[in-house]
């Protein structure tokens, strides 16, 4: 059974690598700061006892107030999993580090988000539209597009 | 004077008899070695995570089916799941074994016509392929007595399955599990020691174990890489718990693996239907589930072992008949990453052959 760590223990030990990183960690989620989020992901891939070498999911939610981008973070080696989340409020121009240089699954997942939600992930080698064709006007995965 | 060349760009797809859908990629050649490859996806978008949002849940049911259409009862068993555990409804032990005598037979369906097309690319053209789908005919015919449809069955339901199986069901599928190992037997008699197949197999574009975590390929993709991985078994959903099985893992991940560890898991499987029809037992298939659920706020990310790979939905639950968001992780387009790195150095030949061992469903990459 895959085991889902306790997100306010993990939480800790993100504090301490990089401080003031996390917003919020409660039973579900660790909700890290959109700048720091690199860095965190960095550690987690990195750490041997968190060792999170396999990204499952990579999502984006609309919550009209902010961008939620949702990472499901999992561990073949331990059988452990974790949520990381980062959050944008700009919605004229979102954007969020790229984490293809850690985990590559995220290079199709993210230009997918890009193309749907319009969430510009820096740093990414080849951020352009995946689903919808090259000169299509808008984003139709937000709440406020139809 | 030495021969002035050039790379040149070929565009594959999305109209070619081997890309199984509308793919196109965009392959740049150095003569007839691969140097650069770009997938083009996009042809079959039918917007299905939009479409879902204006959806109650049931409704969403149907459009599952409309992903993975080779295998569509699976995805079904996804969603239901996800919403399930959203919702936190349990169900009937007599349609959780249903489920699993359909998952289990419609991995076997998909690995059938995994293996027919992969051959197809190789140059038998067809004859594998109707080996392959005689029994797969037979499967079919078992689900239309269970639902009605041979291709989009939309069987599964919130809380169960839509009916319980006909009496003359049972008999039928006890007596396809009897004489299905003697089928796969047949297929590895003519093709496991074949000389063209292993020459055009063995050894040619292997993703290595390392690049295939990283990409997170997972399915027999993964396995054939040797990942001992699969979600049945490590993150155990549903009633799989209960089942005696051998998880196949290959060894070097070339395309032999992928092919073999196919192969490999339809014997598994059929080990599990064994189990299940024997200790089915009776009673309700649909648990009480209102028409239009509400679940609690929240949100879940539900996931299982498809057969091309792990098939997860993301679901927020706003409280409201639809999901405020309904996201899928197909398997295959995460698997498809791994395209470039397999076939970098390897003859065009070579890059349909690999192409066909990924075993895509382009209704499910561009969704």
């Known amino acids: 059974m895959t085991v889902a760590l306790k997100c306010e223990q993990v939480a800790k030990k993100i504090v301490k690598a990089s401080p003031g990183a996390v917003i919020a960690a409660d039973s579900t989620a660790i909700v890290v700061k959109s700048e720091s989020l690199y860095q965190v992901a960095e550690f987690l891939k990195n750490t041997p006892a968190l060792g999170f070498d396999y990204l499952a999911n990579l999502t984006a939610v609309d919550y009209l107030d902010y961008f939620e981008v949702v990472y499901n973070l999992v561990s073949l080696q331990h059988n452990h999993s974790l949520v990381l989340k980062t959050r944008c409020r700009d919605r004229d121009k979102p954007a969020v580090p790229s984490v293809v240089s850690l985990w590559r699954s995220a290079d199709f997942q993210e230009r997918e988000i890009y193309d749907l939600m319009g969430i510009v ?26 | 004077m030495a021969i002035r060349t050039e790379p040149f760009i070929l ?11 509308v793919f196109r990629m965009r392959v740049t050649l150095d003569g007839e070695v691969v140097v650069d490859l770009e997938p083009v996806i996009g042809y079959l978008h039918r917007g299905i995570e939009k479409l879902g949002e204006t959806r109650t849940y049931t409704q969403i049911i ?66 594998p392929v109707l080996y392959m789908w005689r029994e797969r005919e037979k499967l079919l015919d078992l689900y239309e007595m269970v639902c009605g449809q041979r291709l989009t069955y939309n069987y599964m339901r919130i809380g169960g399955v839509s009916q319980d199986v006909p009496e003359e069901f049972m008999p039928a ?20 020691q074949n000389e063209i197949l292993l020459a055009r197999t063995k050894g040619v574009c292997i993703l290595p174990r390392d690049t295939a975590i990283n990409i ?61 029809i024997a200790q089915l037992p009776e009673g309700e298939v649909c648990a009480k589930v209102p028409h239009l659920l509400r679940p609690p706020v929240g949100e ?45 150095g390897w003859k065009v030949a070579d890059l349909i052959i690999t192409f066909g061992s990924i075993d895509v469903c382009l209704g499910e990459i561009d969704r």
């Open chain 2, 11 to 21: 565009n594959m797809g999305p109209q070619h008899p081997s890309t199984h859908g």
């Open chain 2, 173 to 192: 599928m006890k007596k396809w599990v009897a004489e299905m190992p003697r089928f796969i037997d047949e297929y590895d008699q003519l093709l496991a």
């Open chain 2, 300 to 344: 879940v990310y539900g996931h299982i072992e498809a057969p091309k790979g792990e098939l997860g939905f993301y679901l927020v639950s706003d409280n409201s008949i639809a999901p405020y968001r309904f996201h899928i992780r197909p398997p295959t387009l995460i698997n498809l990453t791994a395209l470039k790195d397999m076939v970098i």
């Open chain 1, 121 to 146: 992930f820096d740093g990414h080698p080849n951020l352009k539209r995946l689903l919808l064709w090259e000169g299509f006007v808008g984003h139709p995965l937000r709440r406020d597009y139809l």
């Open chain 2, 62 to 127: 149907p459009l599952t089916d409309r992903l993975d259409y080779v295998a569509s009862m699976t995805n079904n068993f996804a969603y239901v799941l996800a919403v399930e555990k959203l919702a936190g409804i349990e169900i009937p032990e007599r349609a959780e074994y249903l489920r699993i005598i359909m998952a289990e037979t419609m991995r076997i369906s998909s690995h059938l016509m995994a293996v027919g097309f992969f051959l197809n690319d190789l140059g038998a053209m067809m004859t």
């Open chain 2, 216 to 276: 997170a390929a997972s399915g027999p993709v993964l396995r054939a890489s040797g990942v001992k991985w699969d979600l049945r078994k490590a993150d155990p959903y549903s009633i799989y718990a209960r089942f005696d099985f051998e998880v196949p893992v290959g060894t070097v991940g070339d395309n032999y693996d992928r092919y073999w560890v196919r192969m490999q898991e339809a014997r598994q499987s059929i080990r599990i239907l064994e189990q299940a």
